[in-house]
C-alpha cells in the first residue's frame, strides 16, 4: 500500500517491520527502524498502477524472527547460507552495480540455491527525470549503498512455509535466428546473428525488431528473459547480463501488450501475494497507469529475483499451510 513519509515513520516507531520501495527522496527521510528500501517510482495498487514521487509503497512482515544482512559482489553468494531454514528472503539489488552482476551471473550455483525461498527485485528510478542513480538502504542503520545488496531475512513458524511462483508471457520465436554475444556484458556493440557478426543497433533497425519483446536464452535449462534497456549511440543497452557460450532467441511477438498481460495473470486471480514484483517494461508497454491487475501489488522494477536473476516477468510470493508439519 501506498503511504506518506509521516505514516511511514510512524509504523517504523512502534517497531514494525518493512519492506519498502520509493522515490530516493522520501527513502532518505525515514528514521532508523526495522526496514529494508529500494528506489523505484512505479507502483501497482488496488487502484491501479501508478507513477509517484509523493508516497511510499510499504509491505509489512508480521512475523516473529527476521533479520537484516547486506552483501557485496564477493560475499552475495552467502545468501543462502544465511537464510533461515524455514522462511524466505527479500533481496534488494542496485541497478547496473557489481553485486547486481554477479547475482545474475551465478546466483543458480549459490549453495544452497533452490533449497531456500529466495524473492526479489532491481532497484531503478524515474527514466523521465534522467536520474540514474539508484540506491538501497539498511534502515536500521540508515546505510545507504549503491554498490551493494540489502537483504530482509524472514523466519516462517513451522506450520506454514513460502511459495515463490513466475509469471512470464513469453516464449522464444522459433522463426528466430539464432543470437550468440562475444562476452558477458550488458551493453552490445556487436554480436553473432546465425553465426555472422553484425552491428546489433543496425540489424534491429534494418529488420524492424520490436525491442518492447525480450530476447530469450536457454540458461541452466530454463528460459530467461532478456530486456532491452535502450538503444543510444549504436549501443544496445540490456537490463541484465547476457552471456557468451549461451543461445538467444528473440521473443515471440506480442500484438496487444496490454492484452497479453492480462491473459497471463487471469489464472492467478485467486492469489493473495504477501509480496509481488513486476518488470517496469510490463509496467510502461503495458500502459498500466491507472489501471488494476487483480491482487498482485508491489514496485514495477528494473529487475526480478525468483531464485535467480530475470526480467520483464511477474514474481510473486505466496504463504500457505504447510501440510506436512503435522
Not at 544482512?69 to 553468494?77: C, L, M, R, T
Not at 547486481?100 to 546466483?107: E, K, P, T
Not at 520490436?210 to 532478456?226: E, H, K, M
Request: hydrophobic letters at 40%; glycine letters at 8%; aromatic letters at 12%.
Amino acid at each position: 500500500m501506498l503511504k506518506t513519509v509521516a505514516e511511514v515513520s510512524a509504523m517504523l516507531e512502534k517497531g514494525q517491520w518493512l519492506h519498502i520501495s520509493g522515490a530516493t527522496e522520501l527513502l532518505t527521510q525515514l528514521p532508523k527502524g526495522n526496514w529494508i528500501g529500494g528506489s523505484i517510482e512505479y507502483f501497482l495498487t488496488s487502484e491501479g498502477g501508478v507513477t509517484t514521487d509523493e508516497k511510499l509503497f510499504i509491505q509489512e512482515m508480521p512475523f516473529d524472527t527476521i533479520k537484516i544482512d547486506v552483501y557485496d559482489e564477493n560475499n552475495i553468494k552467502n545468501v543462502c547460507l544465511d537464510a533461515y531454514d524455514n522462511g524466505f528472503s527479500i533481496v534488494i539489488l542496485p541497478f547496473e552495480s557489481k553485486v547486481r552482476d554477479v547475482y545474475a551471473r551465478y546466483a543458480p550455483d549459490f549453495p544452497d540455491m533452490y533449497l531456500k525461498s529466495i524473492v526479489g527485485w532491481c532497484a531503478g528510478y524515474n527514466i523521465t527525470k534522467g536520474l540514474e542513480s539508484t540506491i538501497v538502504v539498511n534502515g536500521q542503520n540508515a546505510e545507504i549503498f549503491t554498490d551493494k545488496a540489502v537483504v530482509m531475512h524472514v523466519s516462517l513458524p513451522k506450520d506454514r512455509i513460502a511459495n515463490i511462483g513466475i509469471i512470464n508471457m513469453f516464449t522464444p520465436d522459433e522463426n528466430s535466428p539464432i543470437i550468440e554475444f562475444l562476452e558477458d556484458t550488458s551493453f552490445v556493440e556487436k554480436c553473432l546473428i546465425d553465426g555472422k557478426e553484425v552491428v546489433f543497433a543496425e540489424y534491429i533497425a534494418e529488420n524492424n525488431i520490436d525491442i518492447r519483446i525480450p530476447i530469450i536464452g536457454a540458461f541452466y535449462n530454463a528460459n530467461i528473459n532478456v530486456s532491452f534497456f535502450n538503444i543510444k549511440d549504436g549501443i544496445v543497452h540490456f537490463a541484465s547480463i547476457v552471456y557468451s557460450g549461451i543461445k538467444y532467441r528473440f521473443g515471440e511477438a506480442v500484438p496487444d501488450y496490454f492484452a497479453a498481460f492480462s491473459n497471463a495473470l487471469k489464472e492467478y486471480s485467486d492469489l493473495n501475494p504477501v509480496i509481488s514484483l513486476n518488470c517496469a517494461n510490463n509496467y510502461w508497454f503495458g500502459e498500466l497507469e491507472g489501471k488494476s491487475v487483480g491482487t498482485f501489488q508491489g514496485p514495477n522494477t528494473f529487475g526480478e529475483i525468483a531464485y535467480q536473476y530475470m526480467n520483464q516477468t511477474m514474481v510473486y510470493l505466496t504463504i500457505v499451510d504447510n501440510e506436512g508439519s503435522n
